[in-house]
């Protein structure tokens, strides 16, 4: 198996590297603790193909939020039962190239609208879901307290459903199968998972009683968080399963929903590693300013925590808190601390990566680790400002072997 410094003199730095066996254990973790659900894998948070391959062969669906995304999931391998396509403000454009390739969650009454009336002139009934807004959310922090439901772009709200039971009965061209709910992401409080989905159960309750028939499917969206920085204590998964397990029972006594979870980024966070290199190394009044390529431009959530330090987050998918992400060393064991401040190579005091650490003194040819790079990293960094080339994406599968490819451009 080829080692970092073997990897960065064969494709360059900066470079991304996925690691396969972190994302097969954790995987493996979410549905050994919730063996009820089925897992969708969020493509948002990274959908590098051979993470999409991995994910399709590995038995998960996936959410996905744009015709790109959708197809994505269906070149992976998946079947247009097992992708789901839920985003607001889908144009006619959208719901054209992705009808009858998805199960199409519509975002607004409108839209239920619209995709009857495709349905209609494909002379069939199509089945659909509903995003729904709750009355329930989450307070700030990674350990949220529940509060009243919130104004939100996503859905429509639960309170006013009951009085839409006529308006869906008269949308003869598309059969109404499930709901789709989705409060936060980063949450590390089991409790406060526990409470949020014992309300969508509830919900599930009420649907059956508006109307008439119990859903097909629930999706519980996620919010499931990953320990990182400040937020040192890992999310309780073992307690949330138990405690999940008993209400999924409670509730297929009488309900056969099938129940779905979204991955968010727990499935691939921890598996990503961004490896640049030190060009420069340099004083200025008091400060050693370590410079490497790719920050704001190939890999701007660091970045963006040192601007937002302080903000009680998370603010996602931008930032989570202010020490998300670890800047390391590679091979510099032996060798004197040192503060310094890491900094990208563009044009702009904003491209901060890492300011004051200790690091072993860091020498030009240096290889520099950031970590829990494997979510929201390449796709959504700006990787054209300055006209930098996109850094390699490499994706080490469980043989060892390397596979490099780009995301698709749009």
């Known amino acids: ?149 919130a104004a939100a772009k996503f859905g429509v709200d639960e309170e006013g459903l009951a009085g839409r039971r006529e308006f869906i009965a008269g949308l003869t061209s598309i059969r109404l199968r499930g709901f789709h709910v989705f409060l936060r992401s980063q949450v590390l409080n089991h409790s406060a998972l526990l409470a949020y989905c014992r309300h969508i159960f509830s919900l599930a309750r009420a649907w059956a009683g508006i109307f008439g028939q119990s859903p097909e499917f629930i999706n519980f969206g996620g919010g499931f968080g990953i320990a990182c920085g400040e937020w040192k204590t890992p999310l309780d998964l073992d307690s949330l399963g138990t405690e999940l397990q008993r209400l999924a029972a409670e509730h297929k006594a009488s309900e056969k929903a ?72 590679h091979g510099g064991g032996g060798r004197a601390k040192k503060k310094v401040s890491v900094v990208g190579n563009l044009c702009t005091t904003l491209d901060l990566i890492a300011k004051d650490i200790l690091l072993p003194a860091p020498k030009v040819g240096d290889l520099l680790l950031i970590s829990n ?14 006209g930098f080339p996109r850094p390699p994406e490499l994706y080490r599968d469980s043989e060892g072997r390397i596979v490099r490819e780009y995301v698709p451009e749009t």
């Open 1 to 149: 198996m080829k080692s970092l410094p073997e990897l960065a003199a064969e494709h360059g730095c900066p470079l991304f590297l996925y690691d396969e066996a972190r994302i097969a254990a954790q995987v493996a973790r979410l549905r050994a603790s919730l063996p009820d659900f089925g897992v969708l894998y969020s493509v948002k948070t990274n959908p590098h193909p051979a993470i999409c391959r991995f994910m399709s062969r590995s038995g998960l669906g996936a959410d996905t939020a744009s015709p790109a995304e959708v197809e994505r999931a269906l070149s992976a391998g998946l079947p247009a039962d097992a992708v789901y396509y839920s985003a607001p403000g889908k144009s006619g454009k959208d719901l054209r190239s992705t009808f009858g390739s998805c199960v199409l969650i519509a975002d607004s009454y409108s839209e239920l609208e619209r995709i009857n009336a495709l349905a209609a002139e494909a002379g069939r009934v199509e089945p659909v879901g509903l995003r729904v807004n709750p009355a329930i959310a989450f307070g700030p922090g990674h350990c949220p307290e529940l509060l009243p439901g």
């Open 258 to 329: 099938d129940l779905f979870i979204e991955s968010g980024r727990f499935l691939v966070a921890e598996a990503g590693t961004f490896v640049t290199r030190v060009e420069d190394v340099k004083d200025s009044r008091g400060t050693c300013f370590v410079i490497a390529p790719g920050g704001l431009n190939g890999f701007l959530r660091p970045a963006v925590m040192t601007l937002l330090d302080g903000l009680n987050g998370p603010l996602e998918p931008l930032y989570s808190n202010a020490s998300a992400h670890v800047v390391s060393l």
């Open 373 to 386: 790079a494997g979510a929201y990293g390449a796709t959504l960094s700006p990787c054209a400002f300055s």
